[in-house]
Nanobody, 126 residues
Framework: QVQLVESGGGLVQAGGSLRLSCATS????????MAWFRQAPGKARESVAT????????YYADSVKGRFTISRDNAKDTVSLRMSSLKPEDTAVYYC???????????????????WGQGTQVTVSS
C-alpha cells in the first residue's frame, strides 16, 4: 500500500505560479511511476503529467506543455508539479497518483493508477 499526501494548492492570479508537492510513504518509491491528474467541476478527470520510475521519461498534456514541470526525488520519496503562467482554465482539484511500474513508459490513464492522494484545490482567478 502506498500513501500519498498532496500540498501546495491555493488561489493565484492568472499568470502566476504554484508548486504542488506529493509526499509518499509505504513502499519503495522508485518502484512506482507517478502522475498528476486534475478534475475541474463538471468535467472528467484528466492527466496533467506523468513520470516514470527513474524520472527519465516524462509526458505532459498538450494544454500544459511549456508551462508545467513534473519532477521526482527518489531519495526523498516525493514528486512535484511546478505550474507557471497559470490560466483560469487550470482551476481544478489536482491529484497525485502512483502505479507500481518500472517500465520506461509510465502508465498514461487514471485507470492504471491504483493509489491516489486526497487532492489539493488550485484556483486561478482572472
Amino acid at each position: 500500500q502506498v500513501q500519498l499526501v498532496e500540498s501546495g494548492g491555493g488561489l493565484v492570479q492568472a499568470g502566476g505560479s504554484l508548486r504542488l508537492s506529493c509526499a509518499t510513504s509505504g513502499r519503495t518509491f522508485s518502484n512506482y511511476a507517478m502522475a498528476w491528474f486534475r478534475q475541474a467541476p463538471g468535467k472528467a478527470r484528466e492527466s496533467v503529467a506523468t513520470i516514470n520510475w527513474s524520472g527519465g521519461r516524462i509526458y505532459y498534456a498538450d494544454s500544459v506543455k511549456g508551462r508545467f514541470t513534473i519532477s521526482r526525488d527518489n531519495a526523498k520519496d516525493t514528486v512535484s508539479l511546478r505550474m507557471s503562467s497559470l490560466k483560469p482554465e487550470d482551476t481544478a482539484v489536482y491529484y497525485c497518483a502512483a502505479a507500481e511500474s518500472r517500465s520506461i513508459v509510465p502508465p498514461m490513464f487514471d485507470s492504471e493508477y491504483p493509489y491516489w492522494g486526497q487532492g489539493t484545490q488550485v484556483t486561478v482567478s482572472s
